[in-house]
């Protein structure tokens, strides 16, 4: 357990940071909102030990494989792993107990679409591992994030953050009658995360001894600096290292209308004055305290030009997908119906796509740009079984 004195901007727990009823007399009940005076207090982040056997338990080593090898069942490594599962899983115990396990080498490869970026697939038996490790440690972290960071999050997505965002201009427009949006992102996140910050973070949640040095290993194999945008530690602790921003802009700043989807962030502003200021804020509090670089791309848009966010532009009224993300999804459609009616694909997997991108749309006011993208697209091919 840590004992930390000051104020509540060193907050990562999300208990609320208002005094209690005996030094407060005129509150009753738990505050709903944003806390806005900045009360000095004393509270404990509390630490979690006593996981490391949870993590190397032989069931929990199986039901990470499990998940890992879920819709993966024939690829080529997990066929391998496979053919002698409880020896392989009696190994990588072993490995884990005796402090003997080593990352493989990944599978690196890029992708172009929307952006090249260096993807690194970890091997399957790592993939076990982590899996392993997420299950006990996931739900230590979730406790202290905020309700608003949707990226990599059960019960989250783009689309409950897209509806979130339009609930939000809502009420921006409602309180305001208008509004400003600081869209802000940052540049090369996962390569750019510092490893000692972002173990300290870790260690403000974690205290088994085992367990941080599992996640030294994890961590460290990136190299100096840095996380491999392709392993689910990534995303989790990718999640964990922009929590501290969370924070700071909802109770340091006292921002409401305000949330993330990993390193793409919103906050709502009843002017272009506040917004120029809470755009300063945040730039300082990124660049100086968590050490990464904004994105020159961000910067301010007035509500009636909507606000692009997960590919979609936001209105308080209405949502249209933004074309670059639909121009790619459209790509997509042709090509799948290109190699059907070559005969390449079987009409199951082409069907499957088709339903993918109505179903992503379907959602939002885009009836007449899913027509005309259907209307330029023809299967002809003939069924293959």
């Known amino acids: 357990m840590y004992l930390v004195q000051g104020s509540y901007t060193g907050a990562f727990d999300k208990k609320s940071l208002i005094p209690s009823n005996k030094e407060n007399k005129h509150f009753s009940g738990r505050p709903v909102g944003i806390l806005r005076p900045p009360y000095q207090i004393s509270f404990i982040m509390k630490t979690y030990t006593n996981l490391w056997a949870r993590v190397i338990d032989f069931e929990s080593l199986f039901t990470a494989y499990r998940r890992a090898s879920k ?39 890029y992708v172009t679409i929307p952006k090249k970026r260096l993807i690194t697939a970890p091997a399957f038996r790592d993939r076990i591992v982590h899996h392993a490790l997420c299950a006990v440690i996931e739900p230590l972290f979730e406790r202290r994030f905020i309700y608003d960071s949707y990226a990599c999050r059960y019960g989250k997505g783009n689309h409950a953050a897209v509806a979130r965002l339009q609930y939000f201009e809502r009420l921006a427009l409602n309180k305001w009658g208008s509004y400003y949006a600081y869209k802000g992102d940052i540049k090369g ?3 750019s995360i510092p490893h000692d910050i972002l173990k300290q973070l870790i260690q403000h949640t974690i205290a088994d001894k085992d367990v941080l040095w599992l996640l030294d290993i994890i961590i460290d194999s990136s190299g100096v600096k ?26 340091t700043l006292g921002c409401k209308f305000y949330l993330r989807y990993m390193d793409d962030f919103v906050v709502l502003a009843p002017d272009k004055m506040e917004a120029r200021n809470i755009e300063k804020r945040i730039t300082h509090y990124i660049e100086n305290v968590l050490l990464l670089e904004m994105n020159p791309k961000s ?11 997960c590919g979609f532009r936001v209105w308080p009224i209405y949502i249209l997908p933004a074309k670059p993300a639909f121009k790619r999804a459209v790509r997509r459609l042709k090509k799948m119906a290109r190699l059907h009616n070559e005969g390449k694909i079987p009409l199951e997997r082409a069907r499957s796509s088709l339903m993918a991108f109505l179903g992503h749309y379907k959602h939002y006011n885009a009836t007449r740009s899913i027509e005309s993208a259907l209307d330029k697209i023809t299967f002809t091919g003939r069924r293959i079984t």
Not at 73 to 84: A, K, M
């Open 226 to 251: 840095g996380l491999p945008i392709g392993a689910l530690t990534s995303q989790l602790m990718a999640n964990l290292y922009l929590d501290k921003l969370d924070h700071f802009v909802k109770e």
């Open 299 to 309: 910067g301010m848009v007035k509500w009636c030009n909507g606000i692009h966010f």
């Open 71 to 109: 819709c993966k069942r024939y690829n080529r490594d997990v066929l391998i792993f496979s053919e002698n599962l409880e020896e392989n899983l009696i190994q990588l115990q072993n490995e884990l107990v005796w402090k003997l396990y080593q990352p493989s080498p990944p599978r690196e490869f």
């Open 189 to 191: 996140y996962f390569p």
